[in-house]
């Protein structure tokens, strides 16, 4: 497994993830919003999904599949 410069997150929460995304993403006010606000939909939706790591969460979501690109999942929850 390649080094991972902010450790392993695999068990990290949610909360911990977008601390560090904000560390590492440049701070463009209404970008860092909308990237957080995003960030925060795809692990509340990976939370849905059994396993104990959020690889495995993935996984199981079947977004690995890249049949969907992530940013079309909450265009097609919006929507009835």
């Known amino acids: 497994m390649p080094p991972r410069p902010h450790g392993n997150l695999d068990t990290a929460t949610a909360e911990q993830i977008a601390a ?3 560390e590492i993403w440049p701070v463009v006010r209404s970008r860092s919003f ?3 606000t995003g ?3 795809v692990l509340a939706r990976l939370a849905d999904f059994p396993g104990e ?8 979501s079947g977004l690995d599949a890249g049949t969907t690109p992530v940013r079309d999942l909450f265009a097609m929850s919006s929507h009835p």
């Open 34 to 36: 909308e990237r957080r």
């Open 39 to 41: 960030l925060r939909g």
């Open 53 to 60: 790591t959020w690889q495995e969460r993935w996984l199981a």
């Open 20 to 22: 560090i995304a904000d």
